[in-house]
């Protein structure tokens, strides 16, 4: 299975300040990489697709980069709603895999 | 508008067979591939399998010798059974769709369906 390592595992982030979120791949995935946003009881949100493709609706303010193992997920300018665990997938190989989270807080 | 909404009995007991119902309205179920996802604590999430509107399937190895997935078009809905569950099963699992030719990425989740796994 490719493994999928995230990096951090948890942020505290204020209002407006730009987070970056790093996920490495044990094997190159070329740019079959996803973000996900969860939130507790909602259902998970598709942020970036393909490495680095908004997800319609997505704000610009997301964005994704990176081909082949290392990837990272930008938010720039941090907003209320932006604090929630973020996942990046895997859907190169079967099975899809995906990273351990990092988990956005308040400071 | 797209729905999907997983139903389920929210408490199995251990042994048993987990069985979920994914219904998809809004969209025709052979327009697009769909998976299932689980999310725990601890874990995180977890992709179970694929079903595509073909009737194949694919999935995860851990899994594989206790999951079916499967699709009915005729009623729009989507099933899920896992054999021989344990605590370990216990999870929020959601039914996921995802784009024809796309970059498997899943687009559009359910709610999802609370399962705890006890006696």
């Known amino acids: 299975d490719i493994q999928m390592t995230q990096s951090p595992s948890s942020l505290s982030a204020s209002l407006g300040d730009r987070v970056i979120i790093s996920c490495r791949a044990s094997q190159s995935i070329n740019i079959f990489l996803n973000w996900y946003q969860v939130k507790p009881g909602k259902a998970p949100q598709l942020l970036i697709y393909a490495a680095s493709t908004l997800h319609s609706g997505v704000p610009p303010r997301f964005s994704g980069s990176g081909s082949g193992t290392e990837f990272t997920l930008t938010i720039t300018g941090l907003q209320s709603e932006d604090f929630a665990t973020y996942y990046c997938q895997q859907s190169h190989t079967i099975p899809r895999t995906f990273g351990r989270g990092t988990m956005v807080d308040i400071k | 508008q797209v729905q999907l909404q997983e139903s389920g009995p929210g408490l199995v007991k251990p042994s048993e067979t987990l069985s979920l119902i994914c219904s998809v309205s809004?969209?025709?179920?052979?327009?697009?591939?769909w998976s299932w996802m689980r999310q725990t604590p601890g874990k995180g999430l977890e992709w179970i399998g694929n079903?595509?509107?073909?009737?194949?399937?694919e999935y995860n190895p851990s899994l594989k010798t206790r999951v079916i997935l499967s699709a009915d078009t005729s009623n729009s809905r989507l099933s899920l059974n896992l054999t021989s569950v344990t605590a370990a099963d216990t999870a929020v699992y959601h039914c996921?769709?995802?784009?024809?030719?796309?970059?498997?990425?899943?687009?559009?989740w359910g709610q999802g369906a609370q399962v705890t796994v006890s006696s």
């Open positions: 996921v769709r995802q784009p024809t030719g796309s970059y498997g990425q899943g687009d559009f």
């Open positions: 809004g969209v025709s179920i052979s327009a697009y591939y």
């Open positions: 079903v595509y509107h073909s009737g194949r399937t």
